[in-house]
């Protein structure tokens, strides 16, 4: 052979490139046109009232804010650098405002132990009046969510939330809202409203929290043409004391409006499930399908390409599926999808009060962002139950890449129910599920030996799913009406005993067990184990280094 043979296929230079050096062209379709980049940014974000308001300060004369997070969606995380930039610049109190370095995040995190030397350091800075600023690039949960956990790590005063947001209620963090306020082609919105008006239909005009600010005007324009005409808006009274917006627009004050959402409807003259929705921008999945389930109809139109959207949308049915497997479910995951939201500690607890009354199993996750990968470690849970935003924080799988499915409080609630009344409405809120749902809850001065007493007589539930009848939907039950396998020299006092082949701990059923039983593999060598051989006979092989094997 004259060469060597070839390892690999040959690649020119012009071919071969690492991604790493690769130049993205950034988009900023919602900036319009501009000639100056920053100053765009700065009247987009509205950054010099949220400078006046950064530099608050209390009735000692102190700063209100001196650690100051921003959190940015991935959609606009590229204009995190010259928000940035223009705050250092503006905001000038007793020293330079900075960003701090990670060992200075240790010195404020610390505790101040007695023996720790940065105890003195870090007095220095927390009394200083040295202005603090960190960017929040990756969200713990859902984008329109406030970070109180990433601010959190570095203890930070107030979070700056960009883009757009489902305001709903937090604990503990002061939290500034900057919607923005992006370009809108509304020369081609219109001609599309007004084709919807033609047939004397009613539409209602609705648009995320950025795109809101132009809905007042197009809805004022075409009023007086179309009087079945609506728009919706931000909603600006769900504001609390520890929230408030920067740059909020006027709304109009002469006109009745009632409240959706996070949004007051102006110009009803009907039931709003009367109406055509025409919502601008495309909302996340368990918007849409909240959305979807309250108006008669719903089109979407897309602002980076000017064009309308007209589906596929999340399915309705599919959730009704998935509530008929959570009622023969015998283990509910519970699965914590937000730590910030005020309401996420009573609907955990309501929750569990439910399951245990229903007399099944139910564990509590909190996995971070959910993917596939991470819930399918848990495979003795029969279906996920997951406490999240509504806007963007519940996982709707529209394809099936779960491995079980994943439905909300107020499914639940209806799998639960001894009889289900299905009437196509889609609850998210938190609030709405505990004030108006139909929880059983037990009494609370149930114990566990209660909740088996109550469901010792049922009897196996057919599963509507696989059109089964299954014996474990209720594993707190006892087991008194099961066949018992009689076996030979079995100690009448053993914790654990074989029911139908099923094995059941104090004459409840043992869902772990039952998992164990029915996986293929059981561990190294169960491919064998209906083998006589039981394995090839063990000689020595090769030793000694690489260039020179001993044989």
Known sequence: MSQ??????????????????????????YLGEYSDLKQRIIQFYDLDELETKLQEKDNDGRLKYKNITLQFPDSLIADSSIVLSYLQESLVTNEDCSTKSYLDVEEIGCKGCVDCDKKDKKSKIQDSDKQAIWILADTAYSSCCIDEVASGHVNGDVVVHFGDACLNPIDKLNALYVFGKPHLNAEKIIERVEELCLEDNKVVLMSDTPYSYNLYSIYRELKPKYPNLAYADVDFDLRR????????WSQPQDEDSIAF???RVFGLVDEISNYKLFHITLPADPRLLFLSTNFSS???????????????FPSL??????????????????????????????????????IRAAGKKHYIFVVGKPNV?????????????????????????????????????YELQLALKPEVSWTGRWVTDFMEVIENGEFDLGNDEDTENDIIERHKDDAPEFDA????????????????????????????????????????????????????????????????KDLEEYGAALEEGRNGIARDYGF
């Open 4 to 29: 060597a043979p070839a390892l690999s296929t040959h690649q020119e230079a012009d071919q071969f490139h690492y991604s790493q050096i690769e130049e993205k062209r950034i988009e900023r379709y």
């Open 241 to 248: 004391e520890n929230m408030e917006v920067i740059g909020k």
């Open 261 to 263: 959402a996070n949004r």
């Open 298 to 312: 719903v089109e979407i139109f897309d602002c980076k390409e000017n064009c309308t959207v007209l589906g596929p």
């Open 317 to 354: 049915m599919k959730r009704y599926k998935h509530m008929h497997v959570g009622r023969t479910a015998g283990t509910i995951g519970i699965l914590i999808n937000t730590l910030s939201l005020a309401n996420t500690k009573i609907m955990l607890n309501t929750v569990i009060k439910a």
């Open 373 to 409: 990968a991470k819930l399918a470690n848990f495979d003795p849970i029969d279906i996920w139950c997951i406490l999240g935003c509504g806007q963007s924080g519940i996982v709707i799988d529209n394809v099936g890449d779960y491995y079980k499915p994943i439905i909300t409080p």
């Open 465 to 528: 799913v696989t059109g089964k009848f299954s014996a474990f939907s209720r594993p707190l039950r006892q087991l008194k009406h099961l066949d018992v396998e009689v076996i030979e020299n079995q100690d009448e006092t053993a914790l654990v005993k074989k029911f139908s082949s099923n094995l059941a701990i104090q004459s409840t059923v043992s869902t772990s067990a039952k998992a164990l039983q029915e996986r293929s593999w059981t561990g190294l060598g169960s491919d064998f």
